[in-house]
């Protein structure tokens, strides 16, 4: 069982993955194997590259989309930081003193290094230096010794956090970014505390640049990437070491943008990250003449896809691995309002049907790259639904990184609002980031299924075929009226077909005849037009990540019979009736044979 479901892992790896997979471990066994001459490699590296100049006018333009991000992450002013005290992924640790902060510390994470590589990012500098105050810049001086001498290379576990290329990628984003924040605030040069961080940066470029992530390859290459171009743009001159940028960049950005400017891992969160990316790219001034057009159009593109991501409060949704707080909200980095009312992504998988406060957000297409599907849930035709600019049909969120039970069922297709089959999952998880046998998801002809409704979409999902199962689910918009949602099994008859629904808990709850969600003065009644509708149950999510929210669990039993099972959930907040049964049928067989 074991050999077959990693087997069903490995052989989506591309022959490129498995080469620099073999070349990359390798390295790490050297690294562990022999600390004291790895650091000294790594320090002989550095020592051939020049040190960027904090002043520069380049790297204070690449400077702005970082301030952005740790804004929003960091909030403006983390004063809390030269007391030891630090908010970790929504979670609070209060270490006394910058002496006393615990770089290899658990933090509550089990197997996942996530809140240590999150402290070793170091973030929190780039609002803090922004200021432009010197007490700031020796703040960050001292946290820097402490993270040094707490992490040599010899110690156990160093290569998966602080010394990750990807953290490394981040903290040297970080501290140049801080650093050129501070200079253009007017603070007084320091010299000698700007070297201090300026060698440091320099060594991380030079660890990052000789442990490139090309096995991993997506947003961990990418962002290598996007590193040592911001080191780049501090300098007078691209140095041979910097080179390889001006091709593997271009290369990067088609393997993580899509055609419709969606990001590869269709997770919203890692697509305004990778948009923040590109900008910095951008503000870079490395390559001009061969990325300038290129990073203008993936910019483009990609700030367009944004909108079909989000809601009408302005932020993302949270199909697959995203959350709220991890980066700047959806309309601050793109004109989410320019958004069409029927809007798709066709490649990344995501339409959006919505106008006014009122929104559908509909998961459509895969789960990831299937050579890296690390960040997928199981969230198939899932829906996320606002009404009067307020969320009510909600995802499930991201409760952990580590694996176990809570990853694994947060993961789930039970735990998402998608038709599915209780007790069968539509693709194969294990440990935190692995996928062995997945489906997929395609949105199905529109022009069959138009008509009914002033916006609809309709897909279908084939994660159940291997079952003989084949799932579709439309979705019909009344702006200011109501959301039909009409789910189909085909071949289910041996297996147990069901749509699950969870409303955010700021919805109060009245069980009478009918459920009805109300909040600001909003009803919105919810009917099962076809099956059953069940007892609003307790439920919970999260929408930051590690933070339990309560909600509530709406469950609909479809109505079968031979082997096709059919769900229809109306959800009205206006005095709009629903569709006839008539209509609803003809609806259902024109579904069943698209």
Request: charged content about 20%; glycine content about 10%.
């Amino acid at each position: 069982m074991q050999i077959g479901r990693l087997w069903r892992t490995v052989r989506h790896l591309t022959a490129e993955q498995w080469a620099w997979r073999a070349v990359c471990r390798g390295r790490r066994v050297v690294m562990r194997a022999a600390p004291g001459l790895s650091r000294a490699r790594i320090g002989g590296l550095a020592a051939r590259l020049p040190l960027p100049d904090p002043a520069s006018a380049r790297l204070a333009a690449c400077a702005e989309p970082v301030l952005a991000l740790q804004r929003a992450v960091h909030g403006d002013h983390p004063d809390y930081v030269a007391q030891g005290r630090f908010r970790l992924l929504n979670r609070d640790y209060d270490f006394g003193s910058i002496e006393n902060v615990p770089w290899r510390g658990e933090f509550h994470e089990g197997n996942n290094p996530l809140r240590r590589m999150v402290l070793a990012y170091m973030g929190w500098a780039v609002p803090l230096l922004a200021r432009g105050r010197a007490a700031d810049l020796a703040v960050i001086c001292r946290l820097l010794e402490s993270l040094v001498a707490q992490n040599p290379f010899a110690a156990p576990g160093v290569f998966r956090d602080v010394w990750n290329a990807y953290t490394a990628s981040h903290r040297l984003i970080n501290l140049l970014a801080g650093l050129a924040l501070h200079r253009a605030a007017g603070a007084v040069p320091d010299a000698a505390a700007e070297r201090s961080v300026l060698e440091h940066a320099r060594f991380c470029a030079a660890f990052v640049r000789a442990n490139l992530e090309r096995d991993l390859q997506y947003n961990h290459l990418m962002k290598n990437y996007v590193a040592l171009a911001v080191y780049g743009s501090g300098l007078d001159r691209v140095p041979p070491a910097l080179a390889l940028l001006r091709d593997a960049v271009p290369r990067s950005l088609r393997q993580n943008v899509l055609a419709d400017g969606g990001h590869a891992e269709r997770a919203p969160m890692y697509h305004v990250l990778a948009l923040l990316d590109v900008r910095a790219l951008g503000a870079s001034g490395l390559f001009a003449a061969d990325w300038s057009t290129m990073l203008a159009e993936t910019e483009a593109r990609m700030a367009a896809a944004v909108g079909v991501m989000s809601h009408p409060d302005g932020d993302i949704a949270l199909f697959n691995d995203s959350w709220i707080g991890e980066a700047p909200g959806a309309a601050a980095v793109a004109d989410i309002g320019a958004t069409p009312p029927r809007a798709i992504l066709p490649v990344t998988g995501y339409a959006r049907l919505g106008r006014g406060g009122d929104a559908v957000v509909f998961d459509c297409g895969p789960c990831g790259p299937d050579d890296n599907p690390g960040h997928a849930h199981a969230d198939f035709l899932s829906v996320e639904v606002s009404v009067a600019g307020r969320r009510l049909i909600v995802d499930p969120g991201v409760p952990t990184y580590t694996a176990g039970r809570l990853r694994d069922e947060s993961r789930s297709a039970a735990c998402h609002n998608g038709p599915h089959l209780a007790g069968v999952e539509p693709i194969e998880f294990w440990k935190s980031f692995r996928v062995g046998r997945r489906g997929t998801a395609r949105v199905l002809m529109y022009d069959r299924l138009a008509g009914l409704a002033p916006l609809a979409c309709a897909a279908r999902q084939t994660g159940y075929a291997r079952l003989g199962v084949e799932v579709r689910r439309w979705v019909g918009l009344w702006p200011g009226a109501g959301v039909l949602i009409c789910d189909l099994w085909l071949g289910a008859e041996r297996h147990g077909p069901a749509s699950r629904f969870l409303i955010d808990g700021g919805w109060s709850v009245e069980n009478g005849q009918r459920p009805c969600f109300v909040r600001d003065g909003v009803r919105v009644e919810v009917r099962a037009l076809v099956g059953r509708l069940g007892h609003v149950g307790p439920g919970c999510h999260w929408p930051r990540f590690g933070v339990e929210m309560p909600a509530h669990a709406l469950a609909v039993e479809p109505q079968g019979g031979h082997g096709v099972s059919r769900a229809a959930l109306w959800l009205a907040w206006s005095d709009t009736p629903p569709p006839e049964p008539a209509t609803l049928a003809g609806l259902f067989d024109r579904l069943a044979g698209c």
